[in-house]
């Protein structure tokens, strides 16, 4: 086991609010040390989900877009000119039942007095060949980032949940056609937000349907759909493919250890990013399963770094 050098910080994960976090800290001359990932992890990888976005064009500060990746590596640059260090592994192991807090990446052992945990969130997918390569290319898990690139086309949304419902309809703001998909015969959603949905005349439901293949080279061009009760197959031409199935925070390292609601989702004090557990700060879509838009998981990753700053200088730890 190899124990290093002991650390005013140490984030883990390196999304938008891990690296705003480290940009903040960095200020702070509080040198944070960055978990960021590994680069194929599905999951927590470096970066977080802007990796797999194309154009940003909701991110203030850029009028002409921004290519996902591109965002993150500049935020990482950010942080990195203030002082921020980077481990481009994944933290296997934690220890936060005393100061200075443990993470371990597999036998390398790190210490710090104040933890900020940014791991974020991934969305539950449909798990079919191309999927992943074709995220970005036609299709998306998020209306509100991408909606407006489909405007004038039809468009299939995948679920039957109110995540579900209500993406399908904002995309009719810009689609001329929302097929939702759903595997069963009736929508888990609200009655109000059924109600809705039934009241749209550019939404049409399929029930008893599941989405078996992805068809499209460099963009997606249709999709096969499937129907569960006569096995009937059939192939409908969209420009779009929104996966609303859900999301699962990725919060396996920190179970028993921080508290979380029924869903996963750490649990952070009102109006700060305070856990239960005194110097381990939350922060970005590992604990907000409300907005899950980069410019908020950005504010809270300024929220924690703020936080734990404080923190430390009423402990006088780090110091």
Known sequence: M??????????????????????????????????????????????????LTTEVENFPGFPEGVQGPELMQRMRDQAARFGAEYLTEKATNIDFSSTPKRVWVRDDEYTADAVIVSTGARSLMLNLPDETRLIGHGVSTCATCDGFFFRGQEIVVVGGGDSAIEEASFLTKFATKVTIIHRRDKFRA???????????????????????RLIGDAKLTAVEVTDTVTGAVETLAVGGLFVAIGHRPNTDLFAGVLDMDETGYLVT???????????????????????RQAITAAGSGCMAAIDAERWLEATHAGK
């Not at 002991?6 to 999304?15: A, K």
């Not at 001359?29 to 470096?46: F, K, M, N, Y």
């Not at 809705?196 to 989405?211: E, G, L």
């Open 2 to 51: 190899t124990t290093h050098p002991h650390r005013n910080v140490i984030i883990i994960g390196s999304g938008p609010a891990g690296l705003t976090a480290a940009v903040y800290t960095a200020r702070a001359s509080l040198a944070p040390l960055v978990i960021e990932g590994e680069p194929s992890s599905t999951s927590d990888q470096p970066g977080g989900q802007l990796m």
């Open 269 to 291: 004090q009102p109006g700060s990013s305070r856990t239960n557990i005194a110097g381990v700060f939350a922060c970005g879509d590992v604990q907000d399963h409300t907005y």
């Open 190 to 212: 609200s009655k109000i937000m059924q109600e809705r949905a039934f009241a749209n005349p550019k939404i049409v439901v399929r029930w008893n349907s599941q989405v078996t």
